[in-house]
T-cell receptor, first 115, second 116 residues
């Protein structure tokens, strides 16, 4: 079985500052990793995913994440945030070659960008 | 773009009522999923379906059932609603592409169900 831990439940940050949302996972098998964003009153949207290859993954809206196998982490970063990035962010893991819909999701991190 | 539509944004029901949550997708996706989302608990998979009339239990199926009579529609049923089923319910779909390499999970906007 897999598990996901998002280390921060809430991250407040000022506009144009950098941000890092932390995600650790555990699994006995190879996994795929995902970050999703949920804006208020909306469903989740995929930000980026790591399947294999380069450990640095670039996604939409200027976000990127780095897969670190030795530390079993998949932290999400953005060098300069905007007010519009205020949302809830979910890290998810699924065994390799398993449908993404069966992912195990983290508890979520609420990012609040202040002017 | 793919659209996943959940019929109600807010729903208020009484304890013991039978509740139907409807989800429709318009892109001929084979796979459909129901999750519940609770603060501090993330998303938990209730049921999923890989094909018409096919269903499989997810991580928390107790108290729920599903129906998939047509490919585009996946219904979540609460046979006898209870207060601990008050939650946000999210539906999602994806094409059967053999794995996450090529697939993308599309979510509906959610139904906030309150059971009084």
């Amino acid at each position: 079985a897999q598990s996901v831990t998002q280390l921060d439940s809430q991250v407040p940050v000022f506009e144009e500052a950098p941000v890092e949302l932390r995600c650790n996972y555990s699994s006995s098998v190879s996994v795929y990793l995902f970050w999703y964003v949920q804006y208020p009153n909306q469903g989740l949207q995929l930000l980026l995913k790591y399947l294999s290859g380069s450990t640095l993954v670039k996604g939409i809206n200027g976000f990127e994440a780095e897969f670190n196998k030795s530390q079993t982490s998949f932290h999400l970063r953005k060098p300069s945030v905007h007010i519009s990035d205020t949302a809830e962010y979910f890290c998810a893991v699924t065994p390799a070659n398993t449908n993404a819909g069966k992912s195990t999701f983290g508890d979520g991190t609420t990012l609040t960008v202040k002017p | 773009d793919v659209k996943v539509t959940q019929s109600s944004r807010y729903l208020v029901k009484r304890t013991g009522e039978k509740v139907f949550l409807e989800c429709v997708q318009d892109m001929d996706h084979e796979n459909m999923f129901w999750y519940r989302q609770d603060p501090g608990l993330g998303l938990r998979l209730i049921y999923f379906s890989y094909d018409v009339k096919m269903k499989e239990k997810g991580d928390i199926p107790e108290g729920y059932s599903v129906s998939r009579e047509k490919k585009e529609r996946f219904s979540l049923i609460l046979e006898s609603a209870s207060t601990n089923q008050t939650s946000m319910y999210l539906c999602a779909s994806t094409r059967d592409s053999g794995g996450p390499r090529n697939e993308k999970l599309f979510f509906g906007s959610g139904t906030q169900l309150s059971v009084l």
